[in-house]
């Protein structure tokens, strides 16, 4: 069964304490932090404070998506006894590799996503390192865009390959997930969604998830 993760850069900032229980308590897998820079995509989003704040309230593991440039430099502050996945992107980072291995020390799975454009063959040297691969399905920066539908196909060739080689990560698809999406998007075969403005901008953020999970 695929787990969701509800990104709260859709949610209420104002109630963002009271929407992350909610969707916590409806069964949300995990809450997906997206980081933006500025910089890397054309966003400015919250950083790690935002992220603490949530810290003693009852939740699944924090997955954080920075979406920086140099990850390798700010991921640390990331690291907390409730994340459990920390993932940078691909195309901002000259030294996959060091950085996989230094989150892992944290003690906290190491993810890589890869943008709409981007093959997947960029991550072959990292195949073996990796907890989690991160397929963007819209253009980073933004919620509420479309699904990318190529994207999908993405998912697929990861599955195969997972089988090929005996690798253990999950795979990961995040922009664009809705109603609409959904049944595409779980006959990929993919083990993770997120998805943020179906969620947080839907009148009962809770009810949503449920709705989700039930399709799930
Ligand atoms: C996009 C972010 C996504 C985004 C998802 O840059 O990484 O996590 O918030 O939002 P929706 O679900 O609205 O596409
Ligand atoms: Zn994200």
């Known amino acids: 069964m695929a787990k969701i993760a509800p990104s709260i850069l859709s949610a209420d900032f104002s109630r963002l304490g009271s929407q992350v229980k909610a969707v916590s308590k409806a069964g949300a897998d995990y809450i997906h932090i997206d980081v933006m820079d500025g910089h890397f995509v054309p966003n400015i ?56 291995q230094r989150i892992k020390a944290a003690g906290i799975g190491a993810g890589v996503a890869i943008n709409p454009a981007t093959p997947i063959w960029t991550l072959d040297e990292v195949m073996e390192d990796v907890d989690l691969i991160l397929v963007m399905s819209v253009n980073p920066g933004f919620g509420g865009q479309k699904l990318i539908p190529s994207t999908l196909k993405k998912v697929r060739k990861l599955i195969e390959i997972r089988e090929k080689n005996g690798f253990d990560w999950q795979i990961e698809i995040d922009g664009g997930v809705n109603r609409d999406t959904l049944p595409s998007v779980i006959d990929s075969g993919v083990d993770i969604l997120v998805a943020g403005s179906a969620v947080f901008n839907a009148k009962y953020p809770a009810e949503e998830i449920q709705y989700f999970k039930e399709l799930l």
């Open 45 to 100: 989003s919250f950083g790690a404070p935002v992220m603490k704040c949530l810290n003693d309230l009852d939740t699944p593991p924090y997955d954080v998506h920075l979406m920086i440039s140099e990850p390798g430099k700010y991921f640390e502050d990331f690291v907390t006894d409730k994340t459990g996945f920390i993932t940078f992107h691909q195309e901002a980072e000259t030294h996959m590799n060091s950085t996989i």
